[in-house]
Structures are given as structure tokens and as C-alpha cells.
């Protein structure tokens, strides 16, 4: 069964609009296998952010910048700041 397939069979037809490409049965694998330090990157705390560090953290595959974890959580003081 296709990534596209189970999608349908399990009645999340709304879903089919926000793959533009759908993933090949051979990259669905590589989407689960990300090492969780990737997944948890958390920068030093005090991190100013610049070009470098938001080029380095910028993701490819969805066009988005990763926030730092730090500042999710305390996002509220450093809006208020």
C-alpha cells in the first residue's frame, strides 16, 4: 500500500492537498529515521541569532527555520522583554 493509499483508506482524503509531491515508498522510511538529537537540537542558551546560525538550522525539505527550543519555551518573556 502506498503512502498515498493509506491515507485515502483511513478517511484522511483532506490530507492529499497538502503533499504537493508525494513521497516514494522508499523515502517514507527516511522520514521516521531522523536521530533524535536532530529532532531535539537545543542551541546554548544566549544564542544571538544571525545569518550563520539561521543558515545552519534553515530546513531544506520545508522551506521553514527550526526555532530553537529554548525559545518556544519561553517565548512569553522574550516578547515581553
Request: one cysteine or more.
Amino acid at each position: 500500500m502506498s503512502f498515498k493509499e493509506f491515507i485515502i483508506a483511513n478517511d484522511r482524503a483532506d490530507l492529499i492537498d497538502t503533499f504537493k509531491e508525494w513521497p516514494t515508498d522508499r523515502e517514507i522510511p527516511k522520514l521516521y529515521t531522523t536521530p533524535m538529537e536532530e529532532l531535539l537540537y537545543q542551541p546554548k542558551k544566549g544564542l544571538k541569532l544571525s545569518r550563520k546560525n539561521i543558515a545552519e538550522n534553515f530546513c531544506e525539505a520545508t522551506a521553514t527555520f527550526n526555532i530553537p527550543l529554548y525559545l518556544e519555551w519561553n517565548i512569553d518573556s522574550y516578547i515581553k522583554a
